[in-house]
């Protein structure tokens, strides 16, 4: 019964129906292929809504990640361009994107300004960045080199290294919010700051390691980006950051903080990546997408608050439900 | 979203209201948008003619319209994102209207309509299941925008009534635009809700404390729901003003428009956690951003540098305040 009504139990039945759903009327879509290909496709997701989990679980939020990792993917088109090797690439998009993270942290932690403000605010001046990196310009197929473009799509054992990727982050986090002090930590900050500040957790500092960690996640999910579709220009992946909220969202992440998990989110993740993937098949016009992950959100939330919502709570509980 | 809350310092003298007001935030801005103006008009031969100054009102105008309804949300503790959606969604019902020949008074009546209904939803879903208005604001902003897309796609209506066009691109009196009237009214409208009426004084009660609101007897969701339908009408308000100044509808109209409005907002000095904040703030800000914008679109910088601008001032006039009271804390 407990097993019935776990979040996450509800969320893999959710998937199940949608793709049998699916798979009712055209097969093809649940060969393990096609399904290995929405993984693949759910990636850049699944890395980016899994820095913003442990964003929001620290009662936070981080808008500019999507902005990110714009930034970053151009970085790593202009290295590559100037002829340095792959692994120097690689560490500096993800050295570059934990800093422009480090940045938000930074205000929020020393200053304590509210993450929306500061997050909102880096999300156009990072972009801004972008276009006075490079005047507006494309970076296209032809100007990248075949090995920047070839690492994410080498197959090993059957999946491409993208997924690869995404297979070992998700493995690293769920270790390090199960089994790391820091991992507990950030949901000591979510859960009561008052309290982690008691039990000795700094909750500015723990708020700056989850903006770094999600920076990071975006600069590497930046490079995979920009190799994969073999384009780098300003607005790549332009309102990418609300698609990675609403992950978190109907991953089961309490936009309050404290609760949430790594399979929640990785599902929430899947969910979408399924629906983006479905809906050319099933002969939806791809406009349609939009509205629909915004139906998802709110039905996700307005789920959320229903199972939250204990039995016999004192009166006026709901004066204090904002945020 | 930071919860960590110091203790209020309780003043220990009282201050003469003159000092005060020559404190306040709002005659900062009020000396930034002198500064700017007098810069602007060193900086540029152009900007002092009468007709481009009453062009340049239009980079402000229809954001701030909102920005008033928005002031209010957040100083009662809320936020809207879903502002640009909802006047996409209004923009496209009109044209759907206009495309079946809706004359132009039903075209006024469906956008404000759609505004309505909109903002309805959204108070709906916050203030009476009691759901977070940022999540909350975040779906519907997919989902508004989104029902734009479903019927647009990537076309876009066109071929607006010539009565409409009086909305955006009229003129009542020599420079003075139909905007800029419905701007001042505006103003001056929820200058007195929130300032002179009963329910401006439960939105800042609600802001400081809506549990001790709700003791006191004040309506704490009834509030908030109707501070969600007002920037759902203003919304409305200003897809008209938007789709008639632009003669046409796609679905990316107005695209970011929730960032400039909170950034007006927040210039304004309302408190972004709520509590706190005046309209006339909100004005000098809407002023001082379309002076920004427009001194630097004489001065040829492109759109996107702007937006850097406009996010660095988002931060600067939080972070400064800020950073000054812990350097003067040691």
Known sequence: MSLLKSREAILALAILGLLALIASRFPGFVAPANLAAVFTDSSPLILLALGQMVVILTKCIDLSVAANLALCGMVAALMNGAGIPLPLILIGVIALGAALGAFNGMLVWTLGIPSIVVTLGTMTIYRGVIFLLTGGAWINAHQMSPAFKAFPRTVIAGLPVMAWIAVVIIAAVALLMMRTPLGRAFYAVGGNPHAAVYTGISVGRTQFAAFVMAGALAGLTGYLWVARYAVAYVDIAGGFELDVVAACVIGGIAIAGGAGTVAGCVMGALFLGIIKNALPVVGISPFWQMAISGAAILIAIAFNAQSQRAPGRIILKRAEHRT | ?330
């Open chain 2, 1 to 330: 979203m930071t919860t960590i809350q110091t203790g209020r310092r309780i003043p220990d003298r009282l201050t003469s209201p003159l000092s005060r007001a020559l404190k306040s935030w709002e005659a900062l801005l009020l000396v930034v948008a002198v500064a700017i103006f007098v810069l602007n008009s060193v900086a540029s031969p152009y900007f002092l003619d009468p007709w481009n100054l009453s062009d340049a009102t239009f980079n402000f105008t229809e954001k701030a319209m909102i920005a008033f309804a928005m002031a209010m949300l957040i100083i009662a503790g809320d936020i809207d994102l879903s502002v640009g959606a909802i006047i996409a969604l209004a923009s496209t019902v009109m044209g759907v209207a206009m495309t079946l020949g809706a004359p132009t008074p039903v075209l006024v009546l469906l956008g404000l309509g759609t505004g309505l209904t909109c903002g309805a939803f959204n108070g709906l879903l916050v203030a009476r299941l009691g759901l977070p208005a940022i999540v909350v604001t975040i779906g519907t902003m997919s989902l508004f925008r989104g029902i734009s897309y479903i019927v647009l796609g990537d076309g876009a209506f066109t071929g607006y009534p010539s009565g409409f066009a009086w909305f955006g691109q009229g003129y009542v009196f020599w420079v003075i635009t139909v905007e800029m009237v419905i701007f001042i009214l505006a103003a001056l409208g929820f200058g007195i809700l929130l300032h002179r009426t009963n329910f401006g004084r439960m939105t800042y009660a609600i802001g400081n404390n809506a549990t001790a609101a709700r003791f006191s007897g004040i309506r704490v969701g009834r509030v908030r729901f109707i501070l969600f339908l007002l920037t759902g009408l203003m919304s409305g308000v200003a897809a008209i003003c938007l789709t008639s100044r632009l003669g046409s509808t796609r679905p990316s109209i107005a695209f970011g428009f929730e960032l400039e409005v909170v950034t007006i907002v927040v210039l304004g000095g309302v408190a972004i956690l709520g509590g706190s904040g005046s309209i006339t703030g909100v004005v000098l800000a809407a002023l001082v951003m379309g002076l920004v914008t427009f001194g630097l679109g004489l001065l040829n910088v492109p759109g996107i540098v702007m937006s850097i601008v406009v996010g660095a001032l988002l931060i600067a006039v939080i972070a400064l305040p800020r950073l000054w009271a812990m350097l003067r804390r040691g």
